[in-house]
């Protein structure tokens, strides 16, 4: 039975559920999720949580990711990327100083109105699915944070594609950034390439590829132990658990651990990843299992 975490470098042209369409089938497993939406045109770190570890996709999805982005300018398109159609081209007369002062205004916090070629649902419908009717509602806009947002082109733009590298909060739509920073330089533009570098705490360095994974003779052999992306977080804290505990503990109950606060990763003392625990009061239980039912 797999249990784990499938770091995988998605290709171009993959939906995110395409993948993990196909690594149930892989891994005969039906409970398979991921930590984070890439669009077909996106490639780069997609977690994949297989067996018991989707009960980690809650915590995945919450933290912040790294990508490096092309931002073409001069054009518009109805996606506010390439693949989509134009809209509106414009001759571009940008310098590297007016791009790089656009950039530091999309630092930090700010609200960003999703795009309609998007999977955000108003009144039930997804909105790309009323943008392909040609159909265009009121969205909201949403809080989002930029962390880095930085310039990787040392020649000014020149009316050719630039390279960002944006690390941003989850819910950051980078194809909307690359077209508002558009609008503001006056120019418009929409993003050329997107590729993720860098998720739940994993980088390029950690993934595997399709074919990698389809040509191993043993795939469970790629998995990593989903206490590695606790050991990445913030459940920096271990502690284990003698047997006797660890029996009430699989039970839902609580056991005394002197001198032990806060939130720990639990262990047996054979070593097994139990779950995630929080004490107070001198007083563990777990508040996320991760052992096998």
């Not at 890439?38 to 770190?45: F, K, N, S």
């Not at 309609?116 to 419908?125: D, F, N, P, R, T």
């Not at 206490?227 to 005394?256: C, H, I, M, Q, Y």
Request: include cysteine; glycine fraction near 10%; hydrophobic fraction near 40%.
């Amino acid at each position: 039975m797999a249990n784990g975490i499938l770091v995988v470098d998605k290709p171009e042209g993959w939906t995110s559920m395409d993948v993990c369409a196909k690594l149930r089938g892989v891994f005969h497993e039906k409970r398979v999720g991921h930590g984070g939406t890439l669009d077909p045109m996106a490639t780069g770190v997609l977690p994949v949580f297989i067996g018991r570890a989707t009960r980690a996709v809650e915590f995945a999805a919450e933290s912040r990711k790294e990508y490096i982005a092309g931002l073409r300018l001069g054009a518009v398109t109805n996606t506010q990327d390439t693949t989509g159609e134009v809209l509106e081209e414009h001759p571009v007369s940008v310098t590297r100083e007016q791009l790089l002062d656009a950039l530091e205004r999309f630092t930090g916090p700010l609200e960003q109105i999703p795009p309609m070629y998007s999977a955000v649902k108003i009144k039930g419908k997804k909105l790309y699915e009323l943008a392909r009717k040609g159909q265009e509602v009121e969205r909201r806009p949403r809080p989002v944070h930029i962390y880095a947002l930085e310039l990787l082109n040392e020649t000014p733009p020149a009316g050719s594609s630039c390279l960002l590298r944006v690390v941003c909060s989850k819910g950051t739509y980078v194809r909307t950034l690359c077209h508002d920073i558009g609008q503001v330089l006056g120019c418009g533009a929409c993003m050329s390439a997107l590729r993720r570098t860098q998720a739940a705490g994993f980088t390029l360095s950690d993934a595997v590829t399709l074919d990698q994974i389809l040509m191993a003779e043993a795939p469970s052999s790629l998995l990593l132990p989903v206490d590695r992306f606790f050991a990445r977080g913030g459940w920096k804290g271990a502690v284990t658990v003698r047997p006797a505990a660890e029996k009430v503990l699989r039970n839902g109950g609580a056991v005394s651990t002197p001198g032990v606060e806060g939130e720990w990763r639990v262990y047996s003392e054979s070593g097994e990843f139990l779950g995630l625990g929080a004490s107070q009061g001198a007083r563990l239980r777990l508040i996320k299992s991760f052992y096998e039912v």
